[in-house]
């Protein structure tokens, strides 16, 4: 069992960087592929980037590449998403999920957290 706790939603400008983070519980946090999916309303969750439970591979949908990270920190159960040139299309309710197969569908991910609000203005 994992439990997800995202933060550092808000509202900011286009342009503007934001870093969301998300820590877990449970002592086998390595294990899981952790991802991040968004859901703008009226729109289906969409997967926005993924990181293995080593930490060494990365993935990202191409509408964020080059302008989001992810990263984590095994010995402390979070993982981030550093946001940067943020645009008013990236307003959604982020989460983050846990995963032990896959990593750009959200059916393998088995664990999410509550999920957190990014608008960007224009």
């Known amino acids: 069992q994992v439990q997800l706790v995202e933060s550092g939603g808000g509202l900011v400008q286009a342009g503007d960087s934001l870093r969301l983070s998300c820590a877990a519980s449970?002592?086998?946090?390595?294990?899981?592929?952790m991802g991040w999916f968004r859901q703008a309303p009226g729109k289906e969750r969409e997967f926005v980037g993924a990181i293995i439970g080593n930490g060494g591979s990365t993935y990202y949908a191409d509408s964020v590449k080059g302008r989001f990270t992810i990263s984590r920190d095994n010995a402390k159960n979070t993982v981030s998403l550093r946001m940067n040139s943020l645009k008013p299309e990236d307003t959604a309710v982020y989460y983050c999920?846990?995963?032990?197969?896959?990593?750009?569908?959200?059916?393998?991910?088995?664990?999410w957290g509550q999920g957190t609000q990014v608008t960007v203005s224009s």
């Open positions: 449970g002592r086998t946090f390595s294990r899981y592929t």
């Open positions: 999920a846990a995963s032990v197969s896959g990593y750009s569908d959200y059916r393998f991910y088995a664990y």
